[in-house]
T-cell receptor, first 114, second 114 residues
Framework: KQEVTQIPAALSVPEGENLVLNCSFT??????LQWFRQDPGKGLTSLLL???SQREQTSGRLNASLDKSSGRSTLYIAASQPGDSATYLC?????????????WGLGTSLAVNP | GAGVSQTPSNKVTEKGKYVELRCDPI?????LYWYRQSLGQGPEFLIY????????DSGLPNDRFFAVRPEGSVSTLKIQRTERGDSAVYLC????????????FGQGTRLTVV
């Protein structure tokens, strides 16, 4: 059974720091991995999607890497800003039967202080 | 539409009442997912549609929950005899297909059962 873990659960940093958020998964048989952002009381915003054949994806100050064999992904945030404060969730899409549902971590709650 | 649309954004109902939550996916997306999220938790899978059919409804917690997607586009999640434990944010997502495609989420419906 696929399990997704995110470390740390919470992180508080001063503005300008470069950050690394970690996501690990137990079953390497995945189609893809997706990083999301969630603001308090809001829905989920997709940040980056990495296919199983890819090693990394970049969007602006965000870079996500994927090491499928070791079951790990990292989200790198460069030059963090107070507007980056949110919960970051990773989810993997697996092969379970007829369903390609996303399996989720519990998220990392990030606070970037001015 | 431009994104996944969910209505209503907030719903307060009395225990025992019936509620319907609507999801309007991105045009052309054949895959549609319902999740629910409780405070401090990751999303919990409920049901997955591929086209008009429910390909996997294994996440529905009991027979009070039912979902339809009669024309392969809009979906309605129906909850009968609501209970206080049903209170959560109900999230809908759509994607082009099942596998290597990005999932896009709506803003969710916050259901409160009093």
């Amino acid at each position: 059974k696929q399990e997704v873990t995110q470390i740390p659960a919470a992180l508080s940093v001063p503005e300008g720091e470069n950050l690394v958020l970690n996501c690990s998964f137990t079953d390497s048989a995945i189609y893809n991995l997706q990083w999301f952002r969630q603001d308090p009381g809001k829905g989920l915003t997709s940040l980056l999607l990495i296919q199983s054949s890819q090693r990394e994806q970049t969007s602006g100050r965000l870079n996500a890497s994927l090491d499928k064999s070791s079951g790990r992904s990292t989200l790198y945030i460069a030059a963090s800003q107070p507007g980056d404060s949110a919960t970051y969730l990773c989810a993997v899409r697996g092969y379970a039967g007829n369903n390609r549902k996303l399996i989720w971590g519990l998220g990392t709650s990030l606070a970037v202080n001015p | 539409g431009a994104g996944v649309s969910q209505t209503p954004s907030n719903k307060v109902t009395e225990k025992g009442k019936y509620v319907e939550l609507r999801c309007d996916p991105i045009s052309g997306h054949t895959a549609l997912y319902w999740y629910r999220q409780s405070l401090g938790q990751g999303p919990e899978f409920l049901i997955y549609f591929q086209g008009t059919g429910a390909a996997d409804d294994s996440g529905l917690p009991n027979d009070r929950f039912f979902a339809v997607r009669p024309e392969g586009s809009v979906s309605t999640l129906k909850i009968q005899r609501t209970e206080r434990g049903d209170s959560a944010v109900y999230l809908c997502a759509s994607s082009l297909g099942q596998t290597n495609t990005e999932a896009f989420f709506g803003q969710g419906t916050r259901l409160t059962v009093v």
